[in-house]
């Protein structure tokens, strides 16, 4: 099993829809999580980053952290075309001597479609 | 605008050569990281350093890969020789450790390697 499991997709959505984007993981030592998007071609851009379980908001995006069990969202609302893209999860946990390292999940592919 | 910059986008080569590939940090930044993507495996960390030092480099084949940070504004990954299970977009990323929270990791555009 995979330390962070992302549903690959394609994940195609008309315009407008609520896009919900998910991450399963198995270590329960991660505290940070991570949404990154990455643009065909492009290297990943972080999204928004939480800390431990809760929801954060960013203007059309909201990240959801259920620690519990080991779950993370992130929802778009009124998804554009321009948010067509790869959405890779990503989520650290300290590490004991060196700081933090990064999990990157596989990545979900979205298609917004006008 | 405060980038990463990573030389060369593109690079076709032979089995067998050698390949850099060269990245400037955000000025700045103590941490740099080198990934490498494919559609099989994702997102792989090969190795990262802070303030210079290898942190760790486990993710990267010790016989043919070699990271360095010969000085704050530059990080290079070299592979020697190079094979065509190497081809793969190389992504380099900086970020500023904080006292909490993760780092905020900043993405290069990549070099994309073909190896033939």
């Known amino acids: 099993q995979k330390e962070v499991e992302q549903d690959p997709g394609p994940l195609s959505v008309p315009e407008g829809a609520i896009v919900s984007l998910n991450c399963t993981y198995s270590?329960?030592?991660?505290?940070?999580f991570m949404w990154y998007r990455q643009y065909s071609r492009k290297g990943p851009e972080l999204l928004m980053y939480?800390?431990?379980?809760g929801n954060k908001e960013d203007g059309r995006f909201t990240a959801q952290v259920d620690k519990s069990s080991k779950y993370i969202s992130l929802f778009i609302r009124d998804s554009q075309p321009s948010d067509s893209a790869t959405y890779l999860c990503?989520?650290?946990?300290?590490?004991?001597?060196?700081?933090?390292?990064?999990?990157f999940g596989p990545g979900t592919r979205l298609s917004v479609l006008p | 605008d405060a980038r990463v910059t990573q030389t060369p986008r593109h690079k076709v080569t032979e089995m067998g050569q050698e390949v850099t590939m060269r990245c400037q940090p955000i000025?700045?930044?103590?941490?740099v990281f080198w990934y490498r993507q494919t559609m099989m495996q994702g997102l792989e960390l090969l190795a990262y350093?802070?303030?210079?030092?290898?942190?760790?480099d486990s993710g990267m084949p010790k016989d043919r890969f070699s990271a360095e940070m010969p000085d704050a504004t530059l990080a290079t990954l070299k592979i020697q020789p190079s094979e065509p299970r190497d081809s793969a977009v190389y992504f380099c990323?900086?970020?500023?450790?904080?006292?909490?929270?993760?780092?905020?990791?900043?993405f290069g555009p990549g070099t994309r390697l073909t190896v033939t």
């Open positions: 000025l700045g930044h103590n941490t």
């Open positions: 350093f802070r303030n210079r030092a290898p942190l760790d």
């Open positions: 990503a989520m650290s946990a300290k590490e004991r001597n060196y700081g933090q390292n990064f999990v």
């Open positions: 939480t800390y431990s379980s």
């Open positions: 270590n329960s030592a991660f505290q940070y």
């Open positions: 990323a900086s970020g500023l450790v904080r006292p909490q929270g993760p780092y905020e990791q900043y």
